[in-house]
Every structure is written in structure tokens, then in C-alpha cells.
Nanobody, 122 residues
Framework: QVQLVESGGGLVQAGGSLRLSCAAS????????MGWFRQAPGKEREFVAA??????RYADSVKGRFTISRDNGKNSAYLQMNSLKPDDTAVYYC?????????????????WGQGTQVTVSS
């Protein structure tokens, strides 16, 4: 069993930056695929970024602005978000796929955090 706790969300003006953190506990997630997803009101949960070992992939909407990283020593993953836009406003979730399949669909991920709110004002 893995527990995930996100932090770092908040209110920021357009053009600003935030860094989200995802701390895992229960076991090491060093070989898991770690993913970030987001869900805006009235919309489906959507893929943002994923990392598997040193490889990463991004949604087109965030490519060049967001960077996913991980620190296996801290059993954590991060999402650096720059040049934020009002359209980035959502609850952001961290998730893991223990099998390490490096997929973008939410159904591939087994463990989820509770989410952290990101609000970008115009």
C-alpha cells in the first residue's frame, strides 16, 4: 500500500510559478511511474505529466512550461509549474503506477493522493 500526499498548491497570478510536491509513504516508489493529473470543475481528470526513471512525458498544454522530477532518496515527485495561465486552474493529483507502464490515462494508475488546489488569477 502506498500513501501519497500533495502539497504546494495555492493562488498565483498569471505568469507566476508554483512547485507541487508529492510525498509517498508505505514503500519505495523509485521504480513506479509517477504521474500528475488535474481536474477542473465540470471537466474530466486529465493527464499533465509522468516520469519513469529518468524519462518524462507531458501533455501538449503544459509542454515547455511544466517540469516533472523525482527524488528517490526522499521518495517524492515534484511538478514545477512556470508561466501559469488561468486555464491551469484545477485540483492537481499525484498518482503512481507500481508496474511502471508510463502511460497517460488515469486508469493505469493505482494509488492517488487527495489533491491540491491550484488557482491562477488573470
Amino acid at each position: 500500500q502506498v500513501q501519497l500526499v500533495e502539497s504546494g498548491g495555492g493562488l498565483v497570478q498569471a505568469g507566476g510559478s508554483l512547485r507541487l510536491s508529492c510525498a509517498a509513504s508505505g514503500r519505495s516508489v523509485s521504480t513506479d511511474t509517477m504521474g500528475w493529473f488535474r481536474q477542473a470543475p465540470g471537466k474530466e481528470r486529465e493527464f499533465v505529466a509522468a516520469i519513469q526513471r529518468s524519462a518524462s512525458r507531458y501533455a501538449d498544454s503544459v509542454k515547455g512550461r511544466f517540469t516533472i522530477s523525482r527524488d528517490n532518496g526522499k521518495n517524492s515527485a515534484y511538478l514545477q509549474m512556470n508561466s501559469l495561465k488561468p486555464d491551469d486552474t484545477a485540483v492537481y493529483y499525484c498518482a503512481t503506477d507500481p508496474i511502471g507502464r508510463f502511460q497517460i490515462g488515469p486508469s493505469w494508475y493505482e494509488y492517488w493522493g487527495q489533491g491540491t488546489q491550484v488557482t491562477v488569477s488573470s
